[in-house]
T-cell receptor, first 112, second 112 residues
Framework: NAGVTQTPKFQVLKTGQSMTLQCAQD?????MSWYRQDPGMGLRLIHY???????DQGEVPNGYNVSRSTTEDFPLRLLSAAPSQTSVYFC???????????FGSGTRLTVV | GNSVTQMEGPVTLSEEAFLTINCTYT??????LFWYVQYPGEGLQLLLK?????DKGSNKGFEATYRKETTSFHLEKGSVQVSDSAVYFC???????????FGTGTSLTVIP
């Protein structure tokens, strides 16, 4: 019972590089989201999806792209990394609003 | 709109002390309410939830009651342990759409 799996756990990028953070869930949840967590700022929603083929922007979408080709996978792409994107990124999934989220263990990203 | 406000931290308590972390919310309609816990270096875990007014969520000795009249969902525990040291997040989900809203988190340290 894996839940939500995020890879990699740690990553260092140089400014301007691109990369994809992977997220997969095995619970058949329709709803998936990406958050970033920064000290003193709590969790901020980047992008979310309510099902395969459907995505939308959250609070801080600039510099990030997402796609949802399957129910299981929801990758987050950084197009051209900037030091301001240094953060811990969490993927989460849910079966619906009354059930709450299941979170992955996070990806700690440093952009130098 | 929907939002969550929780008490500022950090909170430091001695082992076996009583814990209260305040959480109030603003929401349209009838939200579901949640408390999440984040241990160092880990993702968020659902601690407890309540889906309608006057419901009490409980888990691992923690409790919170959904108070519609005061729009509150305060987290309590009668006797904290060192192992309860973590960051606690209050959250709500609206009954329209699929969005979750998080507070900024309250850091708790329990000293022996």
């Amino acid at each position: 019972n894996a839940g939500v799996t995020q890879t990699p756990k740690f990553q260092v990028l140089k400014t301007g590089q691109s990369m994809t953070l992977q997220c997969a869930q095995d619970m058949n949840h329709e709803y998936m989201s990406w958050y970033r967590q920064d000290p003193g700022m709590g969790l901020r929603l980047i992008h979310y999806s309510v099902g395969a083929g459907i995505t939308d922007q959250g609070e801080v979408p600039n510099g990030y792209n997402v796609s949802r080709s399957t129910t299981e996978d929801f990758p987050l792409r950084l197009l051209s990394a900037a030091p301001s994107q240094t953060s811990v990124y969490f993927c989460a999934s849910s079966a619906g609003t009354i059930y709450g989220y299941t979170f992955g263990s996070g990806t700690r990203l440093t952009v130098v | 709109g929907n939002s969550v406000t929780q008490m500022e931290g950090p909170v430091t308590l001695s082992e076996e002390a009583f814990l209260t972390i305040n959480c109030t919310y603003t929401a349209t309609g009838y939200p579901s309410l949640f408390w999440y816990v984040q241990y160092p270096g880990e993702g968020l875990q659902l601690l407890l939830k309540a889906t309608k007014a006057d419901d009490k969520g409980s888990n691992k000795g923690f409790e919170a009651t959904y108070r519609k009249e005061t729009t509150s969902f305060h987290l309590e525990k009668g006797s904290v342990q060192v192992s309860d040291s973590a960051v606690y997040f209050c959250a709500l989900s609206g009954n329209t759409g699929n969005q979750f809203y998080f507070g900024t988190g309250t850091s708790l340290t329990v000293i022996p």
